[in-house]
T-cell receptor, first 111, second 114 residues
Framework: GDSVTQMEGPVTLSEEAFLTINCTYT??????LFWYVQYPGEGLQLLLK?????DKGSNKGFEATYRKETTSFHLEKGSVQVSDSAVYFC??????????FGPGTRLSVLP | DAGITQSPRYKITETGRQVTLMCHQT?????MFWYRQDLGHGLRLIYY???????DKGEVPDGYVVSRSKTENFPLTLESATRSQTSVYFC?????????????FGSGTRLTVV
């Protein structure tokens, strides 16, 4: 079945550092790809998405590009802030299927 | 406000008790889901529903019961709570099953079984 693999972390960075969280997937079809963010004590919120190959999703300074050739959807941000500290989940969804979530990556940004 | 709300926010119950977690959404989304989140296991799907009166098992359904008599409500019942069901429970909804539509999550219920 479909699956999502992502670096589990924790990832600890200093403020203004560059962030990359790797995400790779396996899927039988042509899924849409998503990044969700979970701030402490809250539910998951959609951060960005991409629905087809070479699409770039972006939001709040975060970006991820749907790479079909490498089956990847890596999350990047050029300059992280303390307020970005959260758990980040990569996910995929095939048509008619429920979401498949990765295990989550905890990010801590130090001032 | 429109949205998806879960209640209670926190719950402590004793082993063997029945407990119901509530989930209510105001968008008339067709699909609703229950997940549990545990350290080391990420998010695991318990049950989901494609419409009123249609429910299906997810990855970890044992010990749980759901119902969906109305589109907007999707309660989750632990029939006889066990310590292994201590977890954070999230409800989510989705407009359709088209892959471009994401999930919207509630804020979660932290359940402790003692």
């Amino acid at each position: 079945g479909d699956s999502v693999t992502q670096m589990e972390g924790p990832v600890t960075l200093s403020e203004e550092a560059f962030l990359t969280i790797n995400c790779t997937y396996t899927a039988t079809g042509y899924p849409s790809l998503f990044w969700y963010v979970q701030y402490p004590g809250e539910g998951l919120q959609l951060l960005l998405k991409a629905t087809k190959a070479d699409d770039k999703g972006s939001n709040k300074g975060f970006e991820a590009t749907y790479r079909k050739e490498t089956t990847s959807f890596h999350l990047e941000k050029g300059s992280v802030q303390v307020s970005d500290s959260a758990v980040y989940f990569c996910a995929l969804s095939d048509v008619g299927q429920n979401f498949v979530f990765g295990p989550g990556t905890r990010l801590s940004v130090l001032p | 406000d429109a949205g998806i709300t879960q209640s209670p926010r926190y719950k402590i119950t004793e082993t063997g008790r029945q407990v119901t977690l509530m989930c209510h959404q105001t968008w008339s989304h067709s699909y609703m889901f229950w997940y549990r989140q545990d350290l080391g296991h990420g998010l695991r799907l318990i049950y989901y529903s494609a419409a009123a009166d249609i429910t299906d098992k997810g990855e970890v359904p044992d010990g749980y019961v759901v119902s969906r008599s109305k589109t907007e409500n999707f309660p989750l019942t632990l029939e006889s709570a066990t310590r292994s069901q201590t977890s954070v429970y999230f409800c989510a909804s989705r407009r359709t099953d088209r892959d471009s539509y994401g999930y919207t999550f509630g804020s979660g219920t932290r359940l402790t079984v003692v």
